[in-house]
Structures are given as structure tokens and as C-alpha cells.
């Protein structure tokens, strides 16, 4: 944040505070008339909270037919699933135990002095919370809610594709893999629990994992994206231009007024991260810091975070959704060998990261808008591209094939959270295999390398080595 914005800030709330001359140490109840927001008495609090979102209040619910229309048989799943809710990073650990303490006296104390515009049950909430044992051992670690979403997930579709996922384990039957770190690891797991029962579950065979998973987490092999994208600021500057815009300005001072204190982004931040965190590791029940928000403000900070997946992950470049087609030939090839009638593999699951997710459906042509969505597009305007929707804790890309009818003819449906989803080129929900094919066959062929120009250093130096000049790139 820049310290100009600082000082605005500081001056208007302070004239915001100051201004309705409130008598000292007033009693509660004394200082307004309107009713500010109070997220205790709130029958439908907000809980769209972009990539930390819990499953659970987006989810949909499939039957049977859903995914296997009638007179057709279940041949294959292939499974695309982000890991389950879990901790944050030693980042994002250490941020919290140093502001929130901080923040709840200062808002305790304002509060006790007739400041801000808490209800006394958000107050009291906030009075009684405490950071708990969150610590840096818990460094991106799946959090109990998240291996409960996985087992779940699994027990829902055991019980809809009973042709694929009831029978017992066998290689040949079942091809597990995760990427290497231990929130994948315990997603597979706990998903092979809802399969298979907890002993089993936790004991089937999966492949040991690889560090920069070609396939799962092929964007870290990507020197185009990592040098475009990922290690570039630039990439970035729509929502770096929103988090300076009046838009945030205007949640900094709400969030400042109705706590009665002055806040700074860095501590507005801290409390939506904590108000996202902690809802999501108990989705029942909301975090007293979301109460520093109202259904604005978390429209405007999911709409900020949007805006960080779709220029990431998403449509804002073109490298995003260019390098995907690592598991989207992985997709086709085993669709393929299941047609040409040679592979018996009932269920392909794999276990990955919201930065697969969002590209693999993006190279699906799945959510895009008419118009890419900028630092001035409206946040309350309707639209296609919402994380929250589509990113949230186990997330998941669900795409059957089945065989249908006398003639055997193939087709391909796809679910997203459990909801259908109708891919783009296919105009209908389940979709022929020729259709499929002709919309995404494409990506068999996957020249990575090549799309990655992850061997640039040679392609710039030709023609330099023979006046002995060469140079690299990064
Ligand atoms: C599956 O394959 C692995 C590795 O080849 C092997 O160790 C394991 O015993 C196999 N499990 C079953 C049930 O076939
Ligand atoms: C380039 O491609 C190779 C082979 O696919 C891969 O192993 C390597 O990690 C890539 N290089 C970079 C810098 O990502
Ligand atoms: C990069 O180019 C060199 C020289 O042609 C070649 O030997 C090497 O195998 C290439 N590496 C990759 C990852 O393609």
C-alpha cells in the first residue's frame, strides 16, 4: 500500500470517528440508531471466500443419471481433485499470531470505549476467541476438514458409479497418484478411505510421488509461465491496481469504522485471512473476524481475489491455459484406450492443486467471459469467472464415459463440484465422444517444451555461436 493512501486513510477516519461527536465512555447502545451489520444475527452470512471457500457451501449433489444417462454404462472416471482444506503457510501462520492478538485488544478496547459499530454478540465472539494452536507445524498441512471432504467426495460417487468405484483395489482396476507434499498426499488417501474403508484406504498402493509432477503440476516445469507469470509482478497489475483502488479503499475504512480503530491493509488482509482460514477449518460455524466484514466488503475482496486467479491461473494469459495439455492428453489417451477396447482401469484419480485446476479448465474453455474481467470491471456485475465457485477446498473435475445403447455409442460428461457442467463446444450435458473429440483431441498433441520455450537458450544463441557470442536466458 502505497503511504499516501495511508494518510488519506488516517485523516478520513479520523474524521469520521471524531466528527458525530460521540460522548466518551458512553454506554452500549447509546451511539446508533440504523443497525450496523452483526454477523451474529446474520441468517445467511457470506461464505464465498475465493480459493478458501469450503467445498461444502458449493458443492452440488449428482444422481445416479446425472453422470451415467439411462441405458448406458459407466466405462471410466478420470478425476482431477485440488486437495481438501488445510492450514495456511508459515507466511500467512506468522501474520496472524503477531496482528490478530493485537487487533482483538485494540478492537476490545475501542469497543469498551462507545468506538465502532460491533453488535455485543460479534464483540463477545471476538472476546473469546483465541489463535489457538495454530503454529508453523502446521505449514500447508491438510486440516481434519479436509480429509473429511475427501472421504466424502468418494463415498458420494462410490455410491453413484457403482460399476467403477465398488470394487475392491487392484492396480489394474485403480491408478491413484499425488503430487509431493503431504496436503495430496492425505487428499488420495483419504479419498481411497471413502473407497475402500479406513484400513485399506490408507494402505492401497499409489506411486511415489515426483517432485514437480510433469503431469500434475506441470507449471512448475514451465519456464515461459514461471517467467511470465509466476516471478513477474507485472503479470499481476490488474489486482495490484484494484488493491490500490477506491474499491478497497472504501472496505479499509468500513472494516476501520466498524471496528472503531484505524486499520491498515496489511491488518484488514490479516482478518480476512483469518475470517476465510478459521470458517473453513469449522465451516458450521463463521469466525468472529468475518464480523469485521459485511457482504460488501467480502464481495469486493473475493472479486480482488478473482481478479489474482484469472490473471494466474486463468484467462488473463494466454501461457496460463497454453501449457495444460499435459493432463488433458492424459485424459484423451485413457478415454481412447478404453474405446479401443484395451484398458480395464475403472477409475484414473489424481490429487493436485488449485493451480492445475484453474488452468485445465480454463484450456476447457469452461467459465470464460465475453469481456476479461480488470481492475474496472464492476465486482457486482454478473459474470462468469467466481474462485469462490470454482476453486474452492476440493475442487474437483469429475469427467465420465459411458457406453450407451444398441449401437454402443461412446459419450463424455463432465461434473464440476458435483454440478454438470456443459463444455464449451459440446452444447449438451452429455457429451457424444465424436463431439468431445473434436473440441479437445487437439490436445493430444502436447509439445510443452516447446509451448514453454523451455529450451529457449538454444533457439536465441543460433546464430550468435559463430561470432562467439552467446547469452542466456533465465
Ligand atoms: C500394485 O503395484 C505395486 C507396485 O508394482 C505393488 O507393490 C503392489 O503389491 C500392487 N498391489 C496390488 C494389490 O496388486
Ligand atoms: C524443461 O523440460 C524438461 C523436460 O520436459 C523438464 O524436465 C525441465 O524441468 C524443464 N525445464 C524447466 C526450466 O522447467
Ligand atoms: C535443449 O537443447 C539441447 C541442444 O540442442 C539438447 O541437447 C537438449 O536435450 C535440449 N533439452 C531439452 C529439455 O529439450
Redesign the pocket.
Known amino acids: 500500500m502505497t503511504s499516501t493512501r495511508s494518510c488519506v486513510l488516517a485523516l478520513a477516519l479520523t474524521l469520521a470517528l471524531v466528527a458525530p461527536a460521540r460522548p466518551c465512555l458512553s454506554g452500549r447502545g447509546s451511539r446508533k440508531t440504523s443497525e450496523p451489520y452483526c454477523l451474529a444475527n446474520d441468517k445467511d452470512p457470506y461464505v464465498k471466500f475465493s480459493t478458501k471457500t469450503s467445498y461444502s457451501s458449493v458443492r452440488g449433489d449428482l444422481s445416479p443419471e446425472d453422470l451415467v444417462p439411462s441405458g448406458c454404462t459407466a466405462a471410466q472416471i478420470w478425476l482431477l481433485n485440488r486437495h481438501g482444506t488445510r492450514y495456511p503457510g508459515t507466511g500467512d501462520i506468522e501474520t496472524m499470531k503477531v496482528f490478530l492478538p493485537l487487533l482483538k485488544g485494540k478492537i476490545l478496547v475501542a469497543d469498551f470505549l462507545g468506538q465502532g459499530d460491533l453488535c455485543e454478540a460479534d464483540v463477545a465472539a471476538l472476546a473469546n476467541w483465541s489463535v489457538g494452536h495454530l503454529n508453523e507445524t502446521w505449514n500447508n498441512v491438510l486440516a481434519p476438514e479436509g480429509e473429511e471432504e475427501l472421504r466424502d467426495i468418494a463415498l458420494r460417487l462410490k455410491s453413484i458409479l457403482p460399476d467403477l468405484l465398488q470394487k475392491p483395489f487392484d492396480n489394474a482396476t485403480y491408478s491413484f497418484r499425488h503430487t509431493k507434499t503431504q496436503r495430496t498426499e492425505r487428499s488420495a488417501r483419504s479419498f481411497a478411505k471413502g473407497l475402500f474403508g479406513d484400513e485399506d484406504g490408507e494402505t492401497v498402493y499409489m506411486p511415489a510421488p515426483i517432485d514437480?509432477d510433469?503431469l500434475l503440476r506441470f507449471y512448475k516445469?514451465?519456464?515461459k509461465y514461471?517467467t511470465e507469470v509466476d516471478d513477474n509482478p507485472e503479470a499481476v497489475k490488474e489486482m495490484i491496481w484494484f488493491e490500490e483502488g477506491p474499491l478497497m479503499d472504501e472496505v479499509i475504512l468500513r472494516v476501520s469504522k466498524r471496528l472503531g480503530i484505524v486499520v491498515t491493509f496489511v491488518e484488514m488482509r490479516t482478518m480476512y485471512t483469518a475470517c476465510r482460514y478459521y470458517t473453513s477449518w469449522n465451516p458450521k460455524e463463521m469466525s468472529p473476524w468475518c464480523a469485521a466484514f459485511t457482504h460488501r466488503d467480502l464481495q469486493i475482496l473475493e472479486y480482488w481475489q478473482d481478479l489474482k486467479g484469472f490473471y494466474e491461473d486463468g484467462y488473463g494469459h494466454a501461457i496460463n491455459y497454453e501449457q495444460a495439455c499435459p493432463p488433458l492428453k492424459d485424459l484423451l489417451e485413457h478415454f481412447r484406450d478404453v474405446i479401443s477396447g484395451g484398458e480395464t482401469t475403472k477409475a484414473v484419480l489424481y490429487f493436485s492443486h488449485q493451480g492445475a485446476l484453474m488452468k485445465v479448465y480454463s484450456a476447457l474453455g469452461l467459465w470464460k467471459d465475453d469481456t476479461p474481467i480488470t481492475h474496472e470491471t464492476d465486482p457486482f456485475s454478473s459474470r462468469l469467472w467466481s474462485s469462490s465457485d470454482q476453486s474452492p477446498f476440493a475442487s474437483n473435475l469429475a469427467f465420465v464415459l459411458s457406453r450407451c445403447g444398441p449401437e454402443g455409442d461412446w459419450v463424455v460428461t463432465l461434473a464440476q463440484q458435483e454440478k454438470l457442467v456443459t463444455m464449451p463446444g459440446c452444447g449438451k450435458i452429455h457429451c457424444p465422444w465424436e463431439d468431445f473429440f473434436r473440441q479437445y483431441g487437439h490436445h493430444l498433441y502436447c509439445p510443452?517444451?516447446e509451448i514453454?520455450e523451455?529450451?529457449s537458450t538454444r533457439i536465441r544463441t543460433e546464430g550468435l555461436e559463430s561470432h562467439g557470442l552467446t547469452y542466456t536466458v533465465v
Open positions: 514437480k510433469p516445469r514451465c519456464k514461471q510443452f517444451d514453454c523451455n529450451n
